[in-house]
C-alpha cells in the first residue's frame, strides 16, 4: 500500500528543449498536491513525527515549506501552525490557510518568525525545518526512485538550492541507485548564491543579505549536509541572474503551459541557456521543483521590478 503524502510525477521529455542528440527529462514536481517538490521530504518527516505522538507540527516558513507542512499535517490529521514573517506573500498565507493550518503574523524577518515558532515547542509538538533535517532527505530522494523506475539514468541532474535539502535529497537517490557518478548542477541566482560562497570558502558560510526575486532560494547559508554533498559528489555550482530566471519562468510557461517560481525558473535558465557543460550530455534531468508563490502578475511586477532597477 502506498501511503506516501506526495504523489509520482509525470516525467516529460521536453519537445521543446530536447534535440535529436539530447533528451531534456522534465521532472515535474510542480504538478505535488502542494506545488513544490517540498511535499515528499516534508511528507516523510510528518508521518514520523506524527508516528512518534506529536500531536501539533510548527513551521516557520511563509513559503512553500510552510505551505506543504500544512498540505501534509492536515492530511495526517493534527494541527499545524505556522508562524510568518510580516513580508510573507499574502498567496502563501492563502494557501496555508486553504489547507486548513492556522497563521500567525510574527516579526519583520524569518528568524524573529522562527524564535517564536520555536518557542512553542512542547512535548506534543515538533518543527518541520524547511531544508536542515535528515528525515526530509530520504522523501526527496523518492523522485529520483520514479525516474530509474521509469528507466531513464541521466548523465546530468539540474536543480535549484536554496538551503539545500532539494540536493541532498537527489545526491541520496543518485547513491541509492549507484549513480553516484552522475553530475549535479546546482544552480543559484546571484542574490542568493550561498552554495556557491560555501564551496569558496571551503566550508558554509552566512550571507550578509539575500537580493533576489527568487525569495524561495533565500536562505543565508546552506546546511552542512549540503556542503558535504559537494565534497562528496560531482557537483557544479551555476549562477544566474535574476532576469534570466524570470525568463525562463516566462518561457516556461509558453512553452510547457506551467507557472513556476523564479526559484524554478533559475533551474531552467541554464537549461534554456545551454550552459556549456550540459553540451555533450544524452540525457539531462531537469528538477521542475515548482513553487506556489507565483502568478502572472507577479511575474508582470517582477519584471517592471527588474526594468526600473
Ligand atoms: C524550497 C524550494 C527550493 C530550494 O530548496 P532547498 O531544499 O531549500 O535547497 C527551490 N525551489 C522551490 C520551488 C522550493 O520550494
Redesign the pocket.
Known amino acids: 500500500m502506498n501511503n506516501s503524502l506526495h504523489i509520482n510525477t509525470p516525467l516529460l521529455r521536453s519537445a521543446v528543449l530536447s534535440s535529436p542528440s539530447q533528451n531534456v527529462w522534465l521532472k515535474l514536481e510542480a504538478m505535488q498536491p502542494s506545488g ?3 511535499n515528499r521530504g516534508i511528507g516523510v518527516a510528518c508521518q514520523h513525527y506524527v508516528a512518534q505522538g506529536a500531536r501539533r507540527l510548527i513551521s516557520s516558513s511563509g ?3 510552510g505551505i506543504a507542512t500544512a498540505y501534509c499535517g492536515t492530511q495526517l490529521g493534527v494541527a499545524v501552525h505556522v508562524v510568518v514573517p510580516q513580508n510573507a506573500p499574502q498567496t502563501a498565507i492563502n494557501a496555508i490557510q486553504r489547507f486548513g493550518a492556522e497563521v500567525e503574523i510574527h516579526g519583520s524577518t524569518w528568524q524573529e518568525a522562527h524564535q517564536r515558532a520555536l518557542s512553542y515547542l512542547d512535548e506534543n509538538s515538533c518543527l518541520i525545518h ?2 536542515d533535517d535528515p528525515l526530509l532527505w530520504p522523501g526527496h530522494a523518492t523522485m529520483i526512485d520514479e525516474v530509474v523506475e521509469a528507466g531513464v539514468i541521466p548523465d546530468s541532474v539540474i536543480l ?8 541532498c535529497g537527489v545526491a541520496a537517490g543518485l547513491n541509492k541507485h549507484q549513480l553516484g557518478e552522475v553530475e549535479i548542477v546546482a544552480v543559484e541566482t546571484h542574490g542568493a548564491a550561498s552554495l556557491h560562497a560555501a564551496i569558496a570558502a571551503g566550508h558554509p558560510v552566512m550571507l550578509d543579505e539575500i537580493t533576489t526575486i527568487a525569495n ?2 533565500g ?1 543565508k547559508q546552506v546546511c552542512q549536509a549540503a556542503f558535504d554533498v559537494t565534497e562528496q559528489h560531482s557537483v557544479i555550482s551555476h549562477l544566474v541572474s535574476d532576469g534570466q530566471a524570470l525568463e525562463a519562468s516566462q518561457k516556461f510557461l509558453e512553452d510547457h503551459r506551467i507557472l513556476v ?1 523564479p ?2 525558473g533559475a533551474t531552467l535558465a541554464a537549461v534554456y541557456n545551454k550552459m556549456p557543460s550540459l553540451q555533450d550530455k544524452r540525457n539531462i534531468l531537469v528538477v521542475v ?3 506556489m508563490g507565483v502568478s502572472t502578475e507577479q511575474i508582470a511586477n517582477w519584471q517592471q521590478q527588474l526594468e526600473s532597477a
Request: aromatic share 8%; charged share 10%.
Open positions: 513544490s517538490f517540498k513559503g512553500n515549506a524547511p531544508f535549484s538550492v536554496g538551503g539545500g535539502g532539494l540536493l524561495t532560494l536562505a517560481e526559484a524554478c521543483c515548482g513553487g
